[in-house]
């Protein structure tokens, strides 16, 4: 019914700069607070950013600048840009919303936590 599909991770070289996606799509009602995740080998998975539908932003500690989160509500999709790369932005990127959707029989279902299923970012000299 409902999908987050997240795109734009890949292998890519120290320094560049990158933007991940993450296109909601499906029988949405709202789409409310979204966000980004990621998962680094061995360790838990971590908030990076969040934004709210009005805008509102929320960034982890360790990002530093370098991480700028942006939505396009009218496209339902939430980007990530990262700045000047470095091996330890390799991760598992995984986009998470706050939505509302219909069901099959039209009825209304709200969920605090909805999950992509990821985008594999590797930085590599």
């Known amino acids: 019914q409902v999908q987050l599909v997240e795109s734009g991770g890949g292998l890519v070289q120290p320094g560049r700069s990158l933007r991940l996606s993450c296109a909601a799509s499906?029988?949405?009602?709202?789409?409310?607070?979204m966000g980004w995740y990621r998962q680094a080998p061995g360790k838990e998975r971590e908030l990076v950013a969040s934004?709210?539908?009005?805008?509102?932003?929320n960034y982890a500690d360790f990002v530093k600048g370098r991480y700028t989160i942006s939505r396009d509500n009218a496209k339902r999709t939430v980007y990530l840009h990262i700045d000047t790369l470095k091996s330890e932005d390799t991760a598992h990127y995984y986009c998470?919303?706050?939505?509302?959707?219909?069901?099959?029989?039209?009825?209304?279902?709200?969920?605090?936590?909805?999950w992509g299923k990821g985008t594999q970012l590797t930085v590599v000299p």
């Open positions: 499906g029988r949405i009602l709202s789409l409310d607070d």
């Open positions: 998470n919303a706050q939505l509302c959707y219909y069901r099959e029989d039209d009825a209304p279902v709200c969920l605090r936590d909805y």
């Open positions: 934004i709210s539908s009005s805008g509102n932003t």
